[in-house]
């Protein structure tokens, strides 16, 4: 995979009691979305099958920290500025 692959978070959602957040992942053209705590790639769109795994393992050892970076996440924040 390239170096240069740009990863961004959702802020955290909730259904039916059930917490989740989604992570994008896009390098170049290739775009990869993911589900957390899932650590499943829900769509992806030039990665191979073995690129798709390396991300849902890079979820799942980071999942602590997707969790935090998630929960971070005001949305209200962006639009008081």
């Known amino acids: 995979m390239n170096q240069e692959m740009n990863m961004s978070v959702s802020p955290v959602c909730v259904k039916n009691g059930e917490k989740y957040a989604f992570v994008s992942f896009t390098d170049g053209e290739r ?37 935090k970076l998630a929960s971070g996440i005001r949305l209200f924040d962006a639009f008081i500025k």
Do not use: H, W
């Not at 769509?43 to 999942?63: C, D, I, W």
């Open 31 to 67: 775009t990869a979305e993911g589900k957390i705590p899932d650590c499943k790639i829900l769509v992806s769109n030039g990665f191979t099958l073995a690129e798709v795994e390396q991300l849902e393992t890079y979820m799942k050892r980071e999942l602590t920290q997707l969790k």
